[in-house]
C-alpha cells in the first residue's frame, strides 16, 4: 500500500527544507539632536527657575528642546535643579560674570539651531516653543521672534522699547524707566525694535556672526546691543500676539548691589560709545562721573572713571 503525505500542515516531511524562524529586525534609532536650546541665566532665584524649568519640561517635542540653566554662584538651591531635573544642564559658575559673559557661556555649550534667551520670571506654554521655532523657520528676514508676554490673569505685559536714544539712555541712568512701545495686538505678527531678553528665540547663526554679545556689557545693555545688531543686519524681530508665555514679574536680584548700578552706567556709556563714536562716549561717561561728584558719591566717581563692571573680576 503506498504511503500518503500527512494532512496536516504544520507537519514537514524531512525531504522539505525547513526555514529558520525570522526574528524581528532590531532598529535603533539615533536621538534627534535639539532644534532649540532654552538658555536660562539665573541668580538667586531657584523659585522662579523651578517654575520656568517646569513649565519648559512640558513642551511639544521635548525631544527636540534643550534646557541649559547657567548658575551664576547662586546661594540658593538653583544649583541643585538638575536633580529633580536630570535631562537639564547647568552650568555653575564660581561668582556672578554678569549676564553677558553668562549667555555667552550658555549659547557656545548650546546644540540647538535655535537659542531660546528666557528669564527665569517667564513660564512658556506647552505649544510657545515649537510655535516660535516654526515661525521663525519660515521667515528668512527675521533674526528673532517673540511671544506675547501675558501676567498671570492673561493680561498683555510689553517688555518692548523703542531703540534707545542718548538722552533716553541718559534718564534710565537718573533711575527713570526705559519708554514702553505699545503693540497692537490685533496683528498676526508685530515688527518690534527693542525687545527684553526676557523670552526671545534667534537663529544661533546670527548670535555667531556678530561674535556673540559684546563683553563691553557686564550685565545690562546687551539686550539693547543685540537690537542694534538686528538692525543693522537688516533683519527683522517679530512678536507673535497668539504665541504667548506668562511673566510673573519680581525684584532684580542685583537691584541693591552697588557694582551692578555702576554696571548699568558704564554699559550706557559703552552702547553711547559704540553706536555713536569714542567721544560722545567717554563724553557721556564724564557727565556720569560729574553728576555722582556732585552728591560727593566719590566710590561712584572712581567706579565709572576706571569703568569697573559686573563681570567677575572684582571677585577674590
Known amino acids: 500500500m ?27 534609532q539615533e536621538p534627534q539632536a535639539p532644534r532649540v536650546s532654552a538658555i536660562l541665566v539665573a541668580y538667586n532665584q531657584a ?18 528642546l534643550e534646557i541649559v ?5 547662586s546661594n540658593d538651591e538653583s544649583a541643585s535643579l538638575d536633580i529633580d531635573h536630570p535631562s537639564i544642564h547647568v552650568l555653575r559658575l564660581p561668582h556672578h560674570l554678569g549676564s553677558t559673559r553668562a549667555m555667552n557661556i550658555g549659547t557656545r555649550t548650546a546644540k540647538g539651531d535655535f537659542v531660546f534667551y528666557l528669564s527665569p520670571d517667564v513660564e512658556v506654554a506647552p505649544e510657545t516653543v515649537k510655535a516660535l521655532a516654526d515661525k521663525l523657520e519660515e521667515d528668512a528676514d527675521a533674526a528673532a521672534v517673540c511671544p506675547l508676554l501675558v501676567d498671570p490673569e492673561g493680561q498683555p505685559v510689553s517688555r518692548v522699547h523703542p531703540l534707545p536714544s542718548r538722552e533716553m539712555l541718559a534718564d534710565a541712568c537718573r533711575g527713570a524707566a526705559l519708554p514702553l512701545k505699545q503693540l497692537d495686538l490685533a496683528e498676526p505678527s508685530i515688527t518690534v525694535e527693542y525687545p527684553e531678553l526676557t523670552a526671545i528665540l534667534i537663529r544661533k547663526q546670527f548670535v ?22 538686528v538692525r543693522r543686519a537688516a533683519k527683522k524681530i517679530r512678536l507673535y500676539p497668539a504665541i504667548r508665555a506668562t511673566y510673573r514679574a519680581s525684584p532684580d536680584p542685583l537691584e541693591r548691589e552697588s557694582l551692578a548700578v555702576t554696571d548699568r552706567l558704564v554699559g550706557a ?33 572712581s567706579a565709572l572713571l576706571s569703568g569697573q563692571k559686573l563681570d567677575g573680576s572684582q571677585a577674590g
Open 208 to 229: 555667531r556672526s556678530m561674535n556673540y554679545f559684546d563683553e563691553r556689557y557686564g550685565h545690562y545693555w546687551a539686550d539693547a546691543d543685540l537690537a542694534m545688531q
Open 2 to 28: 503506498a504511503l500518503q503525505r500527512p494532512a496536516n500542515p504544520r507537519v514537514t516531511l524531512a525531504s522539505e527544507p525547513i526555514e529558520p524562524a525570522q526574528k524581528p529586525e532590531r532598529i535603533d
Open 269 to 301: 556709556a559703552a552702547f553711547v560709545g559704540k553706536y555713536e563714536g569714542f567721544a560722545p562716549g567717554l563724553g557721556f561717561r564724564l557727565g556720569l562721573a560729574l553728576g555722582a561728584l556732585a552728591r560727593f558719591d566719590l566710590g561712584l566717581v
Open 69 to 73: 540653566v547657567v548658575d551664576c554662584g
Open 47 to 64: 523659585a522662579a527657575l523651578r517654575r520656568a524649568v517646569e513649565a519648559l519640561e512640558k513642551s511639544q517635542e521635548r525631544g527636540r
